[in-house]
């Protein structure tokens, strides 16, 4: 499959917080979901692929072009979803657009009036009357009615409601199925992950911990329980986090199949991506 | 054809997806020549990874049951009987060897298992 | 592009603009009456265009720092540069409103509001490009909190440093006679020239740091 996006080695020390090395790429035709902790580093990695913060070394490629070289070009392709939104609130969700639209070269404007329609929006109301779940829909519209190839949204569902979220998942998979190359989308809310995600990539401090399919995630992580008596030196291995108390045990595993094999009567339980990425995150 | 995914299964997600289009395709529920859901759109029912149905589609074609076209989609292959013929064999070989297994850990001689199967072929008959 | 940027920086300020508006017409007329010492159209017309573009660059830049909206504009295919250029365009545009809204007030009050000379208007532009090509790349180095403070720094002195630059100016004036023989033409184009290079040199200095900024 294609890499459609390519970071490789990229630095940045912001003094109280750095990335460290961070190395990862996306794959044609995916959702890749980037989850982490709050202030773990997944705004600022965003920013740093997208130019906003500027990086202290390490290469970004999009379709196999430097970003650095083709900027105007790539950002074309590129569809943006702040958390933030960023956007000048005063101004009527029209005018927001007039400043926007200009920006980029395929523009279509039907394309814009559509989502409006199909979302509700109010033209000419100010941006800062929106609701968190209507500002986030128009940041979509925006994003979404230029032709990008793919879709790069920081944390879009934080403070949304959840049926908000659902909604929002079905458009990113709309978006998909209808010639998106791709979905890049950072969230600490796991479950919204769960449900449209097909790679996971991880990040802790600064640093990427894993990057995997999703299913091959939850194929070969566990959640395992059972009597203390089944661990031992071995055993323990096998582990990522492992809580004991006085009746049992209770732990994740990144090798479902060697507990299997390796320890009698205990539970293997299928573990949510929350549990996977705590257990990552706590080791 | 129904395609369920058990979160309790030992066997990983896209070997369940691929068993159960085989059968499918084996008893015939999928038609040769039928068109199969894209692979994206396969993903999003199942709520599942687009690389698992990748994986899945691109096994079933290396072994022969579905063929690819590349624009339009994934199509059940040209019925090949002897492949057929082969895979409904080792599914039976599979069944009963499961069957042994059970019989084995009750306790169930040889003697008792072949009876049994003696049974089943009279009410086979009798029907 | 540029131009929606620009566009973009008025429909921000659009809140003031008809108290701008207001304050273009009145300004100058209030001066002219009671302030009988002044002569000509040189200090009404550069003491409210200052004013008027001081404060309208203020809010804006007050508002660009409150929404960020600037770092959503650098994720679409807008560039810095364009953002920092806009920047410049929209203060030049400001002062080319405040001209016609003068002209347009002068002709109105014709006998009283005297019409700007050629050199008039460019020694206000000369003026008022060293002003914004100096608080432009210090807003853009500093951020808007900080410079803010720079700014009411120097408000805070103008009274005492002013009659010392007006002697300055008028000084240059008279040596700019002595040291150029050219037609009168050029001399009156040259402040207008002098002014585009200051904030060519200013706009160079501010893409400069803007491209080092983190947003």
């Known amino acids: ?283 | 054809m129904k395609i369920i995914i058990s979160n309790t299964s030992d066997s990983p997600i896209y070997q369940q997806i691929k068993e159960q289009i085989k059968d499918a395709i084996l008893y015939g529920e999928l038609k040769e020549g039928e068109l199969l859901p894209s692979i994206r759109a396969l993903a999003n029912d199942l709520r599942v990874s687009v690389l698992t149905t990748r994986r899945v589609y691109d096994e079933l074609e290396s072994e022969g049951f579905i063929t690819t076209k590349a624009g339009k989609g994934s199509f059940v292959a040209k019925e090949n009987l002897e492949l057929l013929l082969e895979s409904r064999r080792h599914m039976v070989e599979v069944k009963l060897t499961e069957a042994w297994n059970a019989a084995c850990s009750l306790g169930i001689s040889k003697e008792e298992l072949i009876s049994m199967m003696g049974l089943l072929f009279e009410e086979g008959e009798n029907e | 592009m540029l131009l929606h940027l620009v566009k973009k920086d008025f429909l921000l300020s659009k809140r003031y603009m008809k108290v701008m508006l207001i304050a273009s017409f009145a300004i100058p007329i209030f001066m002219t009456f009671k302030v009988d010492f002044l002569s000509g159209g040189f200090f009404p017309f550069f003491l409210s265009t200052l004013y008027i573009q001081y404060l309208l660059f203020n809010s804006v830049s007050m508002l660009e720092y409150k929404y960020k909206g600037s770092a959503l504009l650098c994720a679409t295919p807008y560039t810095r540069k364009a953002l920092v250029k806009s920047k410049y365009l929209f203060i030049l545009a400001i002062f080319v409103c405040c001209y016609i809204v003068y002209t347009i007030t002068a002709l109105l009050i014709a006998g009283k509001i005297e019409m700007l000379s050629i050199s008039e208007s460019g020694l206000s532009l000369l003026i008022l490009s060293i002003i914004f090509g100096a608080i432009i790349p210090v807003q853009y180095y500093f951020g808007y909190e900080k410079s803010k403070y720079i700014f009411m720094f120097f408000i805070f002195i103008t009274p005492f440093v002013f009659p010392f630059i007006i002697k300055v100016v008028q000084a240059n004036n008279i040596s700019f006679q002595m040291m150029l023989p050219f037609p009168k033409i050029v001399q009156d184009l040259f402040p207008f020239l002098l002014a585009l290079v200051i904030g060519l040199i200013s706009m160079t200095v501010s893409i400069r740091i803007y491209s080092k900024k983190n947003l």
């Open chain 1, 1 to 283: 499959m294609n890499k459609i996006l390519e970071v490789k080695g990229l630095k940045k020390d912001l003094g109280t917080f750095s990335l460290q090395d961070v190395s990862f790429s996306l794959l044609e035709g995916c959702i890749t979901g980037f989850i982490g902790l709050n202030g773990a580093g997944k705004t600022t990695t965003i920013k740093t692929i997208l130019g906003l913060v500027l990086k202290d070394s390490g290469s970004i490629e999009f379709f196999g072009k430097d970003m650095n070289l083709n900027e105007r070009e790539l950002k074309n392709h590129i569809g943006i979803v702040f958390d933030e939104g960023y956007f000048y609130e005063e101004l009527t969700l029209a005018e927001m657009k007039s400043i926007i639209a200009p920006a980029y070269s395929n523009w279509e404007e039907s394309v814009f009036h559509k989502y409006m329609e199909h979302f509700r929006l109010p033209l000419n109301q100010k941006i800062s009357t929106l609701s968190k779940g209507m500002r986030m829909k128009y940041a979509i519209a925006l994003a979404l009615s230029h032709h990008a190839d793919i879709l790069i949204m920081d944390e879009p569902t934080s403070g949304l409601d959840p049926l908000v979220r659902s909604e929002l998942m079905e458009i990113l998979l709309d978006f998909m199925g209808n010639g998106g190359k791709g979905v890049f989308f950072s969230s600490h809310i796991t479950s919204d992950l769960e449900k449209v995600a097909d790679v996971l990539i991880l990040i802790d401090k600064g640093r990427i911990i894993l990057s995997e399919e999703k299913d091959v995630l939850l194929d070969t992580h566990g959640l395992v329980k059972g009597e203390k008596m089944a661990l031992n030196d071995q055993t323990r291995e096998l582990f990522l986090t492992l809580r004991e108390t006085n009746y049992g045990f209770e732990g994740l595993t990144n090798s479902k199949h060697a507990v299997r094999q390796q320890m009698n009567n205990v539970l293997i339980e299928k573990p949510t991506i929350e549990d996977i990425m705590l257990g990552y995150v706590r080791r």
